[in-house]
């Protein structure tokens, strides 16, 4: 594959919808109209993270709901009617007892079985119009060091039954652009990308830096979270073109394709969910602009974080949506 194949267009993440523990817990479900909805605006692919975990059996051959999994395959038909690609991942594999993050080896297995009945499923959609993508934001206890050991039996199943089918593969520290290339700092292991010896890998990374401004105010971070709403400065804007050349210089390393899987700026503020002051969208969308005018200069397109329910592009009130970050996101 080459980078004109990881080229997806204008993308947006179906945020917090199948990867909460159960659809509609962290704000509004799917519906049909949604995609269509989507489409009408000019995106042409979407990012569906998914909760599998939380619908499958701890035992071998860890079987996955099967009204969860009509679920997804629904959503994924819905998505694909209006024309579509769509990203399908694994996320949140996280529950307690059962993490892959803090337990990497013993739930290698476990993540093995979940991919392989994913890619049962699917096996028959089009190579073009449905990517799988391994595993969200790698973390804690899984690294560089033993990525690859954990992800490839998933692969090895998902190459049974779809042989030519693009794989996406992130790296450590929640796939921060500094896990590309070997990121510097306690966080990182200082090594690059371990990335499968197959064809049909495409490396994707995720970007909200600086993180004091595109989570300003999270209520989730208080009483920790960083001052809002404020502008960016001029080396934070300057900082979006350099970490655009890290990408660049992977692909040139690697020649690997790789594509922008989240990006996005915090739309309320304040002590907690019940006490929100509204981000202007002006500010928002400055950044939002900024960086996917930085990417697309290297060839990389992104996936906007997130369509509903938070960091939102279209609200979940009253459906309207944000024409600022609509434009600023090249619509």
Known sequence: MTQADARIGACINMGNQLEAPNEGDWGRAIRQSDFTDIAAKGFKTIRLPVRWSNHASRTAPYTIDAAFMTRVKTVVDQAQAANLRVILNVHHY??????????????????????????EEFKDKSNNMLWFELLNEPHMNLNHTNLLATLQPSLDEIRKTNATRPVVIGGEFYSGVGSLNGGSGPN???????IPNDPYIIATFHYYDPYNFTHQGAP??????????RDLTQNEKDQITRDAQKVRDFMTRTGRPVFLGEYGVLEASGPDFNNLTTIPE??????YRLART???????DGCAWSYTNTFSVRRNSD???????????GL
């Open 294 to 300: 930085a990417f697309e200069g290297v060839d990389v």
């Open 220 to 229: 989730w971070l208080q009483p920790n979270a960083p001052s809002a709403p």
């Open 319 to 329: 459906d309207v949506w944000f024409d600022e970050i609509l434009r600023a996101v």
């Open 188 to 194: 990182f292991t200082g090594l690059p990308l371990p």
């Open 94 to 119: 996280d529950e307690s007892g059962a993490n892959v993050f803090q337990n990497p080896t013993g739930e290698r297995a476990r993540l093995a079985g979940i991919w392989k009945q994913i890619a």
């Open 282 to 287: 002006a500010k928002r969308a400055e950044y």
